[in-house]
C-alpha cells in the first residue's frame, strides 16, 4: 500500500528525474535556443497523459504535452506503445504546436504494464517549412513542413533510420535538428529509466496510486485557492499587430472570463475568425496558456500537475484565431503569447488588487541566419529579449525580465551570439521612459542593437506594436515593442515583425516594450520618482510631465515647493 510519506518521496523522485531530462537534454542539444534559451517543456506523465512532474522551462510547452500525448494515445492506442518505444509528434492540430516545436515522447513500462510516459518539447531549427528559419506569411499547413503524426523514432529500443533518414534529406540544417532530435530522446529515455527505478522500488501499483495521489492533491490545492477568487464575469480584448498576410487587419482576442463556486471559464467566443496567416493557434496551445494563467492565480508556489486544472475550462469555436481546424495554418504562435495579458486584463476589472497591468506585451524575438564567412556554414541564432513587467498593487513591475509566457527561460548572451554568428552587439540596455506611469512604475525595456558582419535575415517576431500594454486602477499605458532598421541614416525605417534581408554592416534594433503602470501616477512618492531619475529609468523631463515631480538634473533631488506648485496644476479639478 501507499501512504502519504511515499507518496511524498515518489513525488519528488519524479520532479528529480524531470530535473535530470532538462540537464541531459541541455548537455547533448546541438541549438543555443534550447542549452541557453530553456526553450523546452519536459515532462513525466500518468497512463492517461496527465503531468505529475516537469522541469520549468516554457510552461506552455508542458501543458501542451499532456494534449499531445492524449491525441498519441487516441490514434495508435496504448497497445501500440511497447517498451522502448520513442515517438514523435509535430502535427499542430494535436501537439499543441507548430512544426519545429515537435513533442518527442515514451512510453514507460514496468515489464509489459504501461505505467507512464515522459516527454520532451523542443525548438528545432529546420523541419523543410516553406522558408528558412520561421514562417510569418503561410496560408496552409501544407507551407508549414514536414508532418510527424506519433511516428516512431525507436521501436523497442532500435532507432528507425527510415525517419531519419526522411529528416536528414528534407532539412536545410540536417545535423543539427537531427542532433537536437536525438537530444529530445535521450531526455525522454533518462525519465524512462528513472521512473522504471522508482516503480522497482516500491512497486507499480504504489508508483500509480502515487501518480493519482499527487494530481489529486494538486485540484485540491486548486480549489481552496479558486474558493478565495472573487465571484463574477469580466470581459476584455486586445489584438495581435496583424495575421503575417493582411498587414493592416488587426486580429481581436476577445475573452469573457467566468469564476464560479465550481470552476474558471476562459471562454475565447467573439475572436477572430478567418484569419488568413499562421497566427491561428491549435487548441492545446489555448488551453496551455490560459492554463498558466490559471495556476500563476491559483497555486503559484507548487510544480505543475495536471490536477491543478481540473477546475478550469477554456471554450473556443473552432475555425477561430483562437482554435485552428486543418488546413488553417498554425506556425507563428505569437497569438498565444498575447493572449495569456487579454486573460488578465479581464480579470483585472474584478480582482486588480491580484493582477498586473500589461507586461511589455510580446516576446519580442530576433532571430538571424545566414552563410557565416567564418566558416562558410549555414548559421541559425536567436533570443527573445526581455520586457518591462507590468505594475501591481504591491510594487513596480520588474524592469528587463522575460515575458510572463515563458517564466522558465532566458535570453541569448552577448557572448554567444557574438561567437556563433556574424553579428556584433553594439548596444544593450534599459529604455528609458518606456515603463507605463502609476503610483507602481510599469517595468522598463531593453534595446539589444545588432550590426551584421555579413550578408543576413534578420527575422523579427514582434507582434504587439501597433497597442501599447495597458495599465491598471488609472496607470498608464508602457511604451510600445516596435523594430528600428538602421537608425540615424537615410535608410532608417521603424517597423514591426518580420523578414529583414540586410547587407553587411546594416544594423537592426530590437526595442521592447514597457510595463503598464498601476494607480494614479501623482500618488507616487516624489523620492521614487527621484530615485528613477538617478537611474535614468525615467527622465527628467518625463519626471515633471507623467508624475508631477521636479527633479533636479545634476542633483537628483526633488524640488518640494516645485512638484507641489506642478501637481496641483496638473491634477484635472
Known amino acids: 500500500m501507499s501512504d502519504a510519506i511515499t507518496t511524498e518521496i515518489i513525488r519528488h523522485g519524479l520532479l528529480a528525474a524531470a530535473e535530470e531530462m532538462a540537464r541531459n537534454l541541455c548537455r547533448t542539444a546541438y541549438n543555443t535556443v534550447v542549452y541557453e534559451i530553456h526553450d523546452y517543456g519536459i515532462g513525466i506523465h500518468d497512463v492517461d497523459g496527465d503531468v505529475v512532474a516537469d522541469a520549468p522551462g516554457i510552461a506552455v510547452f508542458t501543458r501542451g ?93 532500435v532507432q528507425n533510420d527510415d525517419v531519419f533518414n526522411l529528416i536528414r534529406f528534407n532539412s536545410r540544417m540536417p545535423q543539427r535538428t537531427i542532433g537536437d532530435i536525438q537530444a529530445q530522446v535521450s531526455a ?53 499587430d496583424s495575421d503575417g498576410v493582411d498587414l493592416d487587419r488587426l486580429i481581436k482576442m476577445a475573452v469573457t472570463v467566468t469564476i464560479t463556486d465550481d470552476e474558471m471559464i476562459v471562454d475565447w467566443t467573439g475572436s477572430d475568425r478567418d484569419v488568413k496567416g499562421p497566427i491561428n493557434l491549435p487548441l492545446g496551445q489555448t488551453e496551455a496558456f490560459c492554463s498558466l494563467i490559471f495556476k500563476a492565480l491559483t497555486t503559484p508556489d507548487t510544480p505543475v500537475v495536471a490536477g491543478n486544472f481540473r477546475p478550469l475550462r477554456v471554450v473556443t469555436e473552432p475555425g477561430s484565431v483562437m482554435h485552428a481546424v486543418p488546413p488553417m495554418p498554425t506556425f507563428t504562435l505569437w497569438t498565444g503569447l498575447l493572449g495569456g495579458e487579454v486573460v488578465l486584463k479581464a480579470l483585472a476589472q474584478g480582482m486588480p488588487g491580484r493582477v498586473p497591468a500589461c507586461s511589455g506585451g510580446d516576446v519580442s524575438s530576433m532571430m538571424g541566419l545566414g552563410v557565416n564567412p567564418r566558416n562558410g556554414e549555414t548559421w541559425l541564432e536567436a533570443t527573445n529579449e526581455a520586457v518591462g513587467f507590468g505594475a501591481h498593487a504591491g510594487g513596480d ?21 557574438e561567437t556563433k554568428s556574424p553579428m556584433f552587439i553594439e548596444a544593450y540596455g534599459y529604455r528609458q521612459d518606456t515603463g507605463g506611469a502609476g503610483r507602481f512604475r510599469g517595468g522598463v525595456g531593453v534595446g539589444r542593437t545588432y550590426r551584421f558582419t555579413a550578408p543576413s535575415t534578420g527575422i523579427c517576431l514582434v507582434y504587439k506594436t501597433k497597442t501599447k500594454p495597458w495599465g491598471v486602477a488609472g496607470g498608464r ?18 517597423q514591426g515583425g518580420g523578414y529583414n534581408h540586410l547587407d553587411a554592416g546594416e544594423v537592426l534594433v530590437n526595442n521592447t516594450g514597457g510595463g503598464g503602470g498601476y494607480g494614479d501616477p501623482f500618488e507616487r512618492e516624489p523620492a521614487q520618482v527621484a530615485h528613477d531619475v538617478r537611474n535614468d529609468f525615467v527622465s527628467v523631463s518625463a519626471a515633471a510631465r507623467d508624475y508631477g515631480v521636479v527633479v533636479g538634473p545634476g542633483t537628483f533631488e526633488v524640488d518640494h515647493e516645485a512638484t507641489r506648485r506642478l501637481r496641483e496644476g496638473q491634477r484635472p479639478a
Open 188 to 240: 525522454c529515455v533518462t525519465g524512462v529509466r528513472r521512473t522504471q527505478e522508482i516503480a522497482a522500488k516500491y512497486g507499480p501499483e504504489v508508483l500509480l496510486r502515487a501518480m493519482n495521489a499527487i494530481n489529486d492533491h494538486g485540484e485540491r490545492l486548486a480549489r481552496l485557492a479558486l474558493a478565495k477568487l472573487p465571484r463574477g464575469t469580466w470581459s476584455a480584448h486586445d489584438f495581435v
Open 477 to 494: 499605458p508602457g511604451e510600445n515593442n516596435h523594430i528600428i532598421l538602421n537608425p540615424g541614416t537615410d535608410r532608417e525605417v521603424t
Open 397 to 417: 513591475g520588474e524592469d528587463g525580465i522575460m515575458h510572463l509566457s515563458e517564466p522558465g527561460c532566458r535570453n541569448n548572451p552577448v557572448e554567444v551570439l
Open 65 to 157: 504535452n499532456d494534449h499531445g500525448i492524449k491525441k498519441a494515445i487516441e490514434f495508435l492506442g496504448r497497445d501500440a506503445m511497447r517498451p522502448g518505444d520513442v515517438l514523435i509528434l509535430n502535427y499542430p492540430y494535436w501537439s499543441s504546436a507548430h512544426t519545429l516545436d515537435p513533442l518527442v515522447f515514451a512510453p514507460v513500462h514496468h515489464g509489459e504494464e504501461l505505467i507512464g510516459f515522459t516527454s520532451c518539447r523542443i525548438h528545432v531549427l529546420d523541419l523543410k517549412q516553406k522558408d528558412p528559419g520561421y514562417v510569418l506569411d503561410s496560408t496552409d499547413m501544407y507551407q508549414e513542413g514536414i508532418f510527424f503524426p506519433a511516428t516512431k523514432l525507436y521501436r523497442e529500443g
